[in-house]
């Protein structure tokens, strides 16, 4: 048995474990985990004989016991054996069940009591709702400021006509009818694009912004529509259930709706039980499905595990969620950031994703005065200091890495930084901004040891000159063949570009994006670096020093040298992703 390799055995154990602690009446919730782990890593890993011979073993097993499968479990078990007798169960509460065990405090309880005894579903479910508005109303904000280009965009939407971002810019219309489970151009990016739900943050920002009804009311819509097609499977799905998004959207993209959303009685009672049961899912799913390595999505299904179990705190299995995602953060917080505060995938980009989904549920423990881990603060303090220090003059993230293609700047995570740490003289005052021309800490320039990015920056106002010199490690993921490469800034506009990834495809423009072609490097040949062919994902710090062994940094009042080398072989960059 190999723990990284046999998901299926793993899932099957995890089964029986289950099934050891729980009777036909009431089943251990590691039971349902284990079936739907065994059965997602069976249809995925090619069905060999000793992967069939497990999961036939836990089938007959709970046939025996008098113990439920997932439907799909059931039915492969029947194919197989002939025995039809298998009953089928789903994953988690139903909606009726989830207001049962809810614990509601002080008067909500003896009014949820006092419906459940009426047998008054409507009414159950409304006062759930109110409950929960209630308590995310204090942190709605008082008030939010939008550009016109933000309306503009809010007014396609409202004809179903979404820009999509991720990894692309490109502009959709869905038709009358939005189809949430679309790929256009067999792209999936343009999938993640709309199921992250940026969109309708969009519509509530704008809607509270402006108070506009239409806006309201279109928020709904697309949120009804969301929930009707997006039933939660209990096979680990992709589209609308694809473990990226399922992290997103409860630790930053509903939560913040919701918060908007609270004071208006129309869509509280139309979307706040529907939310607050779909949190209770998202959650309950994220505890079966999750990355088993280390990575930007481990650290946003992790968020939303935590976003999650802290908003629906009053259901019985909240505490075990939270406990969960703490448990991974524990993992996370140490091995996912360098000690100079970037993470490991040493992709600006990729640095601030995750680090804002954990900023923000960092954030919303600290309004309901949840215990956190005091590690997190250095985590996200350190990571948003290193958002700062490296950013261009004009605000924006350098596009080293994977990244793009539209320039994405640092100005939310800056101001997010001032909420949380009020004193820290970087995030005081915000960077690329005309309006501050004297921005900016006494500090200027700086250099990541560990994760080998050297900042030459003359001062804060973005008109200043600026040098970014790529001079250490390749990174955990996501990296490009891009060691000594240089971004140059000077008198408002960039003078050396990093076009970063653009998009994700498997073509000519991937090797030239990732390649050394795509950067400001050295040929040989025609031939471009290729650290790929030596890197080893498993174990992708051997043979590294950090700081790298090559790199200088030598900075003094009127000048800093810096200097580094590459020394892995230079080859043709043709493979695809």
Avoid at 118 to 135: C, L
Avoid at 493 to 503: A, C, N, S
Avoid at 510 to 519: A, D, I, K, P, V
């Amino acid at each position: 048995y190999d723990e990284e390799e046999d998901f299926v055995l793993a899932g099957a154990a995890l089964a029986i474990f289950g099934m050891l602690h729980s009777t036909p009446d009431s089943v251990d919730i590691r039971y349902g985990y284990g079936l739907s782990r065994m059965f997602y890593a069976f249809i995925s890993s090619g069905a060999s004989a000793a992967d069939s011979a497990a999961v036939l073993y836990v089938a007959r097993t709970a046939l025996e016991e008098k113990f439920p499968l997932l439907s799909e479990v059931a039915e492969y078990a029947a194919k197989i054996t002939g025995e039809q007798n298998y009953e089928a169960v789903k994953l988690g509460d139903s909606k009726e069940q989830f207001i049962n065990r809810l614990k509601l405090p002080g008067k909500w309880s003896e009014r949820l009591t006092q419906a459940l005894a009426e047998d008054d579903k409507g009414k159950s479910a409304k006062i759930v709702a109110r409950y929960y508005a209630h308590k995310l109303a204090p942190f709605s904000p008082e008030r939010v400021s939008v550009s016109k280009a933000e309306i503009d965009e809010a007014d396609t939407l409202l004809n179903n006509v979404f820009i999509l971002r991720a990894h692309m810019v490109r502009r959709h219309d869905y038709g009358p009818h939005m189809d949430w489970a679309t790929v256009l151009d067999d792209d999936i990016e343009s999938n993640v694009s709309i199921n992250n739900h940026p969109h309708l943050l969009l519509l509530a920002r704008v809607w509270k912004a402006t108070g506009e009804q239409k806006y309201r009311d279109k928020l709904i819509d697309l949120l009804s529509s969301w929930m009707e097609q997006s039933p939660r499977p209990d096979i680990k799905q992709g589209l609308q259930w694809r473990t990226l998004e399922v992290g997103a959207r409860p630790s930053s993209r509903w939560p913040q709706i919701m918060a908007i959303a609270a004071a208006d009685s129309t869509f509280v009672d139309s979307m706040f039980f529907q939310l607050a049961y779909s949190l209770y899912q998202h959650a309950d799913y994220l505890m079966v499905n999750n990355m088993r390595h280390l990575s930007n999505w481990l650290q946003v299904e992790s968020s939303g595990l935590l976003g999650a179990s802290m908003i629906i705190s009053e259901h019985p299995d909240a505490d075990l969620y939270r406990k969960t995602a703490l448990r991974r953060f524990d993992y996370l917080n140490r091995e996912m950031y360098f000690p100079d505060g970037v993470n490991t995938e040493n992709s600006f980009y990729y640095h601030a994703f995750p680090l804002e989904v954990q900023a923000e549920v960092f954030s919303l423990a600290k309004k309901l005065d949840v215990a956190i881990d005091s590690s997190w603060t250095g985590v996200i303090e350190r990571g948003i200091e290193a958002l700062v220090l490296s950013t261009l003059p004009d605000g924006s993230k350098p596009m080293v890495s994977d990244v793009g293609p539209a320039k994405s700047y640092i100005g939310s995570m800056q101001k997010l930084g001032r909420e949380l740490f009020p004193e820290n003289e970087l995030f005081i005052h915000p960077v690329g901004i005309p309006e501050y021309p004297d921005a900016g800490a006494e500090q200027k320039s700086h250099w990541f040891k560990d994760a080998g990015y050297g900042i030459m920056r003359e001062a804060w106002p973005h008109y200043a000159q600026y040098m970014l010199f790529d001079m250490g490690y390749y990174g955990t993921n996501h990296q490009h063949e891009d060691k000594l490469n240089l971004i140059v800034y000077a008198e408002g506009r960039e003078l050396l570009h990093d076009p970063g990834i653009y998009r994700y495809s498997n073509d000519g423009f991937e090797c030239y994006f990732r390649g050394g072609r795509g950067h400001n490097v050295v040929l040989i040949d025609g031939l471009g670096q290729r650290r790929d062919m030596i890197f080893d994902k498993e174990n992708p710090y051997a043979g590294e020093d950090f700081p790298d062994r090559d790199s200088r940094w030598v900075e003094q009042e009127k000048f800093i040298l810096a200097g580094s080398a590459y020394r892995n072989g230079f080859a043709e960059k043709n493979h695809s992703l």
